[in-house]
Nanobody, 123 residues
């Protein structure tokens, strides 16, 4: 599976942004998907995950209630809708795929990663 993120950019605090991840391959629906982020000088951290059918979603406490992960298996796409953005949300956002839900929830290393898209939130 190849993953390509898009949609990053500069947004003011309190604003919204949606980042997308396009996946190649015919077996996209087999994979659980996750979003991770890495801020400058910090470790990469889990943000959100979604099961292969999209029936279950999971979020880091820091984004719960503000971010929404979704997927469209007919288009091989996964999305992260971000609302009420804060300067501390500034990071490179990475899409990840793995057949194991626990892995895309941050336990272990996903098999596939995108190249990342930068989200900058100004104060």
């Amino acid at each position: 599976v190849q993953l390509v993120e898009s949609g990053g950019g500069l947004v003011q605090a309190g604003g919204s942004l949606r980042v997308s991840c396009a996946a190649s391959g015919r077996t996209f629906s087999r994979y659980c998907m996750g979003w991770f982020r890495q801020a400058p000088g910090k470790e990469r951290e889990f943000v959100a995950a979604i099961s292969w059918k999209g029936s279950s979603t999971y979020y880091a406490d820091s984004v719960k209630g503000r971010f929404t992960i979704s997927r469209d298996n007919t288009k091989n796409m996964v999305y992260l809708q971000m609302e009420s953005l804060k300067p501390e949300d500034t990071a490179v956002y990475y899409c990840a795929a793995d057949e194991r839900l626990g892995v895309v929830r941050g336990v272990g290393e996903p098999d596939y990663w995108g190249q990342g898209t930068l989200v900058t939130v100004s104060s």
